[in-house]
């Protein structure tokens, strides 16, 4: 078989982002997360018993892969009159989100993402969420409350906060390093 006709095999963490971000989506049924998957994956010209192989090999690895973010609770399963469904809990929201942001291109010409709180004793669980996330995606802490990135993640760390509920107490700059 020509190498430019093969299927390129993705890494286990390529594989594992896949899989969060097709749950991501939406929330989806067992039958079809694994439809999407295999339809993500490009048309091969191979003889019917071999492709029927591949496809039995893609399945058992879709849920193996399934079965490690249940594991590590990264998503849910819920039974409905349709069969399973896949969410993503909160934990693997944040596991996405990292594993997006780490893909994310580096900031040119000194500049940096920085995020600036101050966030009240009341909400101290979006204040510990807030710095849980930055460490997380790679932020490094400059001083007590404030973080920098060289990855340009203005909009997410923007939705982390609304999402948070925290956005009146936190400001997210693009800055540029001075000398």
Do not use: H
Not at 22 to 37: G, L, P, R, Y
Not at 121 to 138: H, M, P, Q, T, W
Request: charged residues 35%; proline residues 2%.
């Amino acid at each position: 078989m020509d190498i430019s006709k093969k299927k390129k095999r993705l890494s286990g963490r390529e594989q594992m982002t896949r899989v969060l971000r097709i749950v991501d989506d939406a929330s989806t049924e067992a039958v079809e997360m694994f439809k999407q998957s295999a339809s993500r994956c490009p048309f091969r010209l191979d003889p019917e018993d071999r492709l029927a192989e591949d496809r039995l090999a893609e399945r058992r690895e879709f849920q193996e892969r399934i079965r490690y973010l249940r594991r590590k609770k990264l998503i849910s399963t819920r039974k409905t009159e349709e069969g399973l469904l896949y969410e993503l809990t909160d934990e693997g929201r944040v596991e996405l989100l990292s594993r997006c942001v780490k893909e994310r291109p580096l900031l040119s010409n000194d500049e940096v993402c920085l995020v600036v709180y101050d966030v009240p004793v009341e909400a101290s669980l979006g204040r510990d969420a807030l710095r849980y996330f930055l460490k997380r995606i790679g932020f490094t802490q400059v001083q007590q409350s404030i973080w920098q990135t060289d990855k340009d993640v203005v909009s997410e760390v923007r939705a982390f906060v609304r999402s948070a509920k925290i956005q009146k107490w936190v400001q997210v700059y693009l800055a540029r390093k001075q000398g």
